[in-house]
């Protein structure tokens, strides 16, 4: 399924003759997965629902600023990106990572990270300022990120890294967060 150029509205998908709650149209993978779950002959689980959100190419997010490459998977930064893994939830210059996985002979895109946590999304974090990837994970780098381990105490520009382990899927998941040592 695609939707383009909508500007609203909501649209059911068919199953089998079960018919989804209505979903939204700027709707991600993810959503309209949890959509297709819902429904009593598909069931948790059951489906699997891949794409690209929307708000992933726009002018000036410095797309390939950061750019990391090991066994099959690149991550790529776009340090001044605004929206967030769902394509949504605007927060200029907050950044984000992109993660693809080779798929044959193609490089497939697979996970949009986001800085996480109380606070995570800042303006002007920059997040995804410089990268590195090892065969246990990754850690990602917001140079303007300004809140402290909680969230809380801001400290303009002070800076964090984001650590995030690899799973089985080649996904990453968030671990945890750096900041700098008080003196």
Known sequence: ITVSRATGGTYPLDFDGQVTDPIP???????IQFYLEALPNIGAGNVLVTGVSSNNRNADDFFGYAVAVRDGIILVSSTRHDFDETGRNEVIDAGAVFVYNLAGSQWEQVQKLTTPG??????????GRALAIDEYGIVVAGNGHPYDLDGENYLIRSGAVFSFIRDTDNRFD??????PPLI
Request: glycine residues 4%; hydrophobic residues 45%; proline residues 0%.
């Open 25 to 31: 149209y700027n709707a991600v993978a993810e959503e």
């Open 118 to 127: 109380i606070n995570g999304r800042v303006e002007n974090d920059y997040f």
């Open 174 to 179: 968030f671990v945890e967060k750096i900041i």
